[in-house]
């Protein structure tokens, strides 16, 4: 069996990459799951068996692993708790309400019996990790069995999963289940959960759920048993037989995902789509006076975005993705989402859109979130601002990523900014985080359309996705797939804008006759170097453009569409603070002077990019 997955899978990697230029060499642990799991709706808690087979395609010898425990957060005390008290900006659904949940709100996630290939092993609870010692190392390129027994609670819905939302949702079951933390090139990333989001190992997810017949689950993987469950899942004239008793066993399972989650309640109405493609888009939500007219509407929305999200991002590779109403707000697993559903027809749309376009970020790339959630945050934010302008608007903004540049700017003036090479767990505010992660990691990659041409950066973006989905892709693979495609050099880019908190400022200094023709003086104030378009205007309304590549990106981006012509090309070295322009054109005949009037680069200070300089309206 194992032979016949690993012949699958190489298949499917040989026909959705793009070539071979950007083939990586860097391995990556696999796990296959098969769980059993009976809940108990009266009491909010589960028992569970879990069989993983974990193969270490390491060069290392593995002595011990880790399990995450994610519910064991919700407890009074946990590094959740208290971080979420103690934090300068308390994150509004969590705050203090962790530490006043009674012992029937809590969760909890307790392994009771663990066997590796069928011999006991010694382990132990360390608040949201399970510390795994073995008698029996791992060794390189092996597979071995765990066998484990677990039960758990469902907490009170604070932060992400739980029971009984503000909207009635019964269960939002994410991080729900003893789950092998990964190890990489990096070592084990056994992260208590503080917080913020995951990182995963690829497999097969076979998950039987055994819960009362009145309920109504989605969520990840495919249902294969609709024939007894019903529910609306059941092909167009297939007849339902239930088995007797007071509950139903659904079945899933779902091919190469990191994750599983599933939602319940014996409310949801279950409405599907199908998509020309072969893709089924599953609504699951409950009906009321709230929602039914807008997730109606919704149905429109959620397959051109998936059509969108696909023809610029890459196709996506499940055919199945499910919006199901659940959580706190809006929180993006494999193959589906869980959002809440009391929402106006923009906010619907919105987070629909954004949780969607997880789907290729965080679903199929799946950086390591904990330590690149820019790479996540930032692009499935520029996924979402560009899907939006082109499906729900009737006039699409000419810059759909300005919000984005607004927030970046906030935090670039406010005196907070950290790194985006901070572990999201410890950055020191939320804002920080959240600004970084969101805001200017939606610019990093709108701005490199200004960089290297929007042609090239959206070209680069594809590849991106071809080439490294399913392998966990770092911030060093992103600016090489930029540089594959424009030919320029980038690595200065990254480590200004990711290593760094330096900002762009640049300015006009001065615009003066110089005998027949012009001499402009650019100045550099900020302290991140950036290659300037200058655009000229003359007093007849005719533009052109004199372009000013960095010395240290070893070359020029192409002339672009919609951008005046370019009439000059002058090499700028970072090391010098201002920069002289002589034009042809005569003092008398300009009527302004602009340092990028298309706005996409991230200068924080625009006041000083224009001669003669705007006055301000009363």
Known sequence: MRLIRSTALLAFGLCCTVGLKAQTTRWQQAVNYEMDVEMDVERNQYEGQQTLEYTNNSPDTLSRVFYHLYFNAFQPNSMMDV?????????????????????????????????????????????????????????????????????????????????????????????????????DDQGWHANPYIGREFYGIWGDFDVKITIDKSYILGGTGYLQNPEEIGYGYEEEGQKVKRPRGKTLTW?????????????????????????????????????????????????????????????????????????????????????????????????????????????????????????????????????????MANIFSEEPSDFPQRGAYAGYERLAKSGREEPMTTHSDHYH?????????????????????????????????????????????????????????????????????????????????????????????????????MPIDLVITYEDGSQETVYLPLVIQRGNKPEEEGMPKRILTQRWPWTNITKEVTIERPFSQIQKVEIDPSKRMADIDRENNVFPAETKEE
């Open 251 to 387: 079945h899933f399972k779902a091919p190469q995902v990191h994750d599983f989650m599933w939602a319940a309640d014996p409310k949801y109405t279950h409405d599907k789509i199908q998509m020309d493609n072969g893709i089924t888009i599953h609504h699951l939500y409950i009906k009321n006076s709230k929602t039914e007219g807008n997730w109606e509407k919704l149905k429109e929305y959620s397959p051109k975005s998936m059509a969108f999200l696909s023809e610029h991002f890459g196709q996506y590779p499940y055919k199945q993705y499910s919006i199901i109403q659940g959580g706190d707000g809006g929180m993006e697993y494999p193959m589906s989402t869980l959002i809440t559903g009391e929402r106006s027809l923009p906010s619907l749309v919105g987070v629909t859109v954004h949780e969607m376009a997880h789907s290729w970020f965080q679903g199929v790339l799946a950086t390591n979130e904990a330590l690149y959630p820019w790479m996540d945050e930032g692009f499935t934010t520029y996924a979402t601002n560009l899907t």
């Open 429 to 529: 505010t939320n804002y920080a985080y959240g600004s970084a992660a969101y805001s200017k990691g939606a610019v990093f990659i709108s701005q490199l359309g200004y960089i290297i041409g929007e042609e090239n950066r959206d070209r680069a973006m594809l590849n991106y996705f071809n080439d490294w989905k399913f392998k966990h892709p770092k911030t060093n693979d992103i600016i090489r797939e930029m540089e594959r495609q424009s030919g320029l050099e980038l690595d200065w880019y990254k480590e200004y804008w990711v290593y760094s908190t330096k900002s762009i400022d640049y300015a006009v200094k001065s615009v003066e006759a110089a005998g027949d023709g012009t001499k402009i003086t650019l100045q550099r104030d900020g302290l991140m170097p």
């Open 83 to 183: 971080r979420s008290r103690t934090i300068a900006d308390a994150d509004r659904r969590v705050q203090d309400r962790i530490s006043n949940l009674t012992p029937e709100e809590i969760g909890y996630l307790k392994v009771n019996s663990l066997k590796m290939d069928g011999k006991k092993v010694d382990y132990e609870h360390v608040g949201t990790i399970l510390e795994v010692s073995l008698d029996e190392p791992i060794l390189p390129n092996s597979t071995v069995e765990f066998s484990m027994d677990f039960e758990g609670q469902v907490p009170l819905q604070i932060r992400r999963s739980g029971r009984d939302n503000k909207e009635g949702v019964r269960y939002s079951m994410s991080q729900w289940y003893p789950k092998m933390a990964n190890y």
